[in-house]
């Protein structure tokens, strides 16, 4: 048996993320050892990643204490020199006000969501048209592995 290289704890701490996705913590566990196993990942993948699933106002103290920007953000990634990779912290109602606008699942756009911020934590980013289209390539691909559909694809419902 293969040994695991990258260890995964979830926290939920807002109770509306047990309601709206059960099986979250297994599930996150399963999408990110999967992204952490992928070709383009997987020597970087080691170490430990702690998810926080929070609310809106975590997230908001959060951004407004390490980012100087006092609002909720959906995802928030902490890189940790000392335990590689870090910390992802996840807003639920921002997550789920996203995903009814963009006419997505909640629970496909919550693991595109923490799949971004893992990949942050490992050194990507989308500052630079190149970083963006490599870190939503490796996001949409790693996703269509998974049956999830491409995440920068907004399928809008149409109104009534």
Known sequence: MARRTLAVDVQIVHGAWRRAWRGAAADIR????????????????RGQVAVLLANDEALRELNARFRGKDKPTNVLSFPDKALPPGGIAVAFETVEREARAQGKEFINHSKHMILHGFLHLLGYDHETAKGARLMEGLETAILSGMGIPDPYVIWKKPRA
Do not use: Y
């Not at 952490?36 to 020597?43: I, Q």
């Open 30 to 45: 399963r999408l990110l050892i999967i992204a952490g196993s992928s070709p383009e990942l997987a020597a970087r993948s």
